[in-house]
């Protein structure tokens, strides 16, 4: 029997699902919703399906075994909700929220209703991520040192604040759920940001320059992330986890070790996002959530991390401390 999905979001990080989920035996791409029909009229055409542009049509029109929304950060609670009323298992692009106020009722929904949910930290199924955390099991962590370099992606939400978090919450929040899920929970923030340059350069820009995050995990090791959004035509992201005579080093798709006595380099050839769309199906053709290996409560922890980050270098740098906020 096909698996029957539906989207909400049908824009360019929507596209790579519905071509990975599309081609999988006995999957079928039924249904999309965006709030721009014509875009959403684009993939019914590619695909089959109908088109829509209110979510809670689709819903309640369409017979789905699970819906994969890829919306931006500030237009998340109302869809996963309505998906929980209906039992839907979701697959949900990072981050799954703008703040903790709108992602604390949907993830309250989720474990009430017990919804399988996937949350896209793609790193989590990187097969050299994968083999890096292999390596750090049992080893005493002490320092975590990440970073997020790039420019300005060009969607006119994506540089307001309100809208999407800014840089440590739409894009950096790939490193911070990388060093929780290398390192352990955060518990922990400090952080400080500026506004010296970009809001010259690009009209409506009211995000931070640059920010710089310390953190204490829950071990004790210390950490630092930094990321900027300056660059033009270069990206650069990373995390390095210092042990007590060993370290690891991850850099876009290249993994690194050393040790006195060992060292090693591998690259990615197991892709996560083939990775975490895998898990999605497996799971509701199954209800085997093994292979899940972030799901809405791990992102909504790695969430309150870029939330504190936020709310630090607001208040001047500011310790804060997660469990505070959640």
Not at 1 to 15: D, P, V
Not at 92 to 110: G, S
């Given at each position: 029997?096909?698996?029957?999905?539906?989207?909400?979001?049908?824009?360019?990080?929507?596209?790579g699902h519905m071509d990975r989920l599309g081609a999988m035996e006995d999957v079928q791409n039924v249904a999309f919703c965006d709030v721009v029909l014509e875009r959403?009229?684009?993939?019914?055409?590619?695909?089959?399906?109908?088109?829509?542009?209110?979510?809670?049509?689709?819903?309640?029109?369409?017979?789905?075994?699970?819906?994969?929304?890829?919306?931006?950060?500030?237009?998340?609670?109302?869809?996963?909700?309505?998906?929980?009323?209906?039992?839907?298992?979701?697959?949900?692009?990072?981050?799954?929220?703008?703040?903790?106020?709108?992602?604390?009722?949907?993830?309250?929904?989720?474990?009430?209703?017990?919804?399988?949910?996937?949350?896209?930290?793609?790193?989590?199924?990187?097969?050299?991520?994968?083999?890096?955390?292999?390596?750090?099991?049992?080893?005493?962590?002490?320092?975590?040192?990440?970073?997020?370099?790039?420019?300005?992606?060009?969607?006119?939400?994506?540089?307001?604040?309100?809208?999407?978090?800014?840089?440590?919450?739409?894009?950096?929040t790939h490193i911070v759920d990388l060093a929780r899920y290398l390192a352990g929970e955060v518990v922990t923030v400090q952080a400080f940001d500026n506004r010296l340059?970009?809001?010259?350069?690009?009209?409506?820009?009211?995000?931070?320059?640059?920010?710089?995050?310390?953190?204490?995990?829950?071990?004790?090791?210390?950490?630092?992330?930094?990321?900027?959004?300056?660059?033009?035509?270069?990206?650069?992201?990373?995390?390095?986890?210092?042990?007590?005579?060993?370290?690891?080093?991850?850099?876009?798709?290249?993994?690194?070790?050393?040790?006195?006595?060992?060292?090693?380099?591998?690259?990615?050839?197991?892709?996560?996002?083939?990775?975490?769309?895998?898990?999605?199906?497996?799971?509701?053709?199954?209800?085997?959530?093994?292979?899940?290996?972030?799901?809405?409560?791990?992102?909504?922890?790695?969430?309150?991390?870029?939330?504190?980050?936020?709310?630090?270098?607001a208040a001047g740098g500011a310790v804060l401390s997660i469990s505070d906020l959640l």
């Open positions: 029997m096909s698996i029957k999905l539906g989207y909400i979001g049908t824009g360019g990080i929507a596209q959403a009229q684009q993939a019914a055409d590619k695909f089959g399906g109908r088109a829509y542009d209110n979510h809670q049509d689709m819903l309640n029109n369409e017979e789905l075994d699970g819906v994969v929304i890829c919306v931006p950060p500030f237009a998340h609670g109302d869809i996963e909700i309505a998906c929980c009323e209906r039992k839907l298992p979701m697959l949900i692009e990072k981050p799954v929220a703008i703040d903790l106020d709108m992602a604390r009722p949907i993830l309250q929904a989720v474990q009430s209703n017990d919804i399988t949910t996937v949350v896209a930290y793609k790193y989590r199924w990187d097969d050299h991520v994968l083999k890096a955390k292999e390596l750090l099991e049992g080893k005493a962590i002490g320092l975590v040192s990440g970073y997020y370099w790039s420019g300005t992606p060009g969607s006119p939400w994506w540089r307001v604040q309100a809208q999407s978090g800014g840089q440590i919450v739409e894009q950096t340059y970009m809001h010259e350069i690009i009209e409506g820009y009211d995000l931070a320059d640059t920010m710089t995050v310390n953190l204490v995990f829950e071990n004790g090791a210390t950490g630092n992330i930094s990321n900027t959004s300056m660059l033009r035509g270069h990206w650069k992201s990373g995390l390095a986890v210092i042990c007590v005579d060993f370290m690891v080093e991850i850099v876009g798709t290249h993994l690194e070790w050393k040790s006195p006595d060992d060292e090693g380099e591998m690259d990615c050839t197991a892709d996560g996002y083939t990775g975490e769309d895998k898990a999605f199906v497996h799971a509701i053709r199954t209800g085997d959530r093994s292979l899940i290996y972030s799901d809405y409560a791990d992102g909504y922890r790695s969430l309150a991390v870029s939330v504190a980050a936020n709310e630090s270098a």
